[in-house]
């Protein structure tokens, strides 16, 4: 194990503490592989499941791990009309889990999201039986101001990068607090703590994942 991994562990185990003072379920993942293990355990043979946007997903491996094991997959990318997009989304609110990522997570064990529509956070907030959240540890802040600047200043740039908004972050690299029109910063949700007991399951992996 190195020095890097070590620490992971160990800051991992305090965040999931926190986690748990919060009503939040947290695990520590030391690889991908693990974390996608450690998921279809506690996923129900047969559920329905649903996702929001998150390069973290894509890179686990863990949807083509889904892909082959009996759920039902309800992708909104297969909607082709916005009467299917509706349905879809409304069909998500009553899924079995949700699976997402987040943009930080605290130390004291907060999470912080960015959207743009929502079609993340309304579904962390309410809705499915359960949410799995994944995050690598590279997506860790001290505290919650820290963990808000990181969600605008090294989540939120990159992301506008790749959907190529053309908002001012994809000219200078960083938040300028924009109001333009096609802004991605919507929507700032801090998810302090989980109303209804073993909800919210947060995955921490002992890699860099995502945004």
Known sequence: M?????????????IIKNLAK???EGY??????????????????????GWGGSQTLGQLGLMEALQEGGYQLLDRGTAKTREERQAMKARLFTCDVFLMSTNAITLDGQL????????????LCHGPEQVFVFAGMNKMAADLDAGIKRARNLAAPPNNVRLETGNPCTHTGFCNDCLSS??????????????????????????????
């Open 2 to 14: 190195t020095p890097k991994q070590r620490y992971y562990e160990l800051a991992a185990s305090g």
């Open 22 to 24: 919060r009503q939040m």
């Open 28 to 49: 520590y993942c030391k690889d991908r592989e693990t974390a996608v293990k450690k998921a279809l355990e506690l996923l129900p043979r047969g559920a329905s499941i």
């Open 112 to 123: 912080i999201n960015i959207d743009a529509y929502g079609s993340r956070v309304a579904y």
């Open 182 to 211: 096609g802004t991605i910063c919507c929507q700032f949700v801090v998810t302090r703590y989980n109303a209804t007991p073993g909800r919210i399951k947060v995955f921490l992996v002992g890699e860099e994942l995502g945004y």
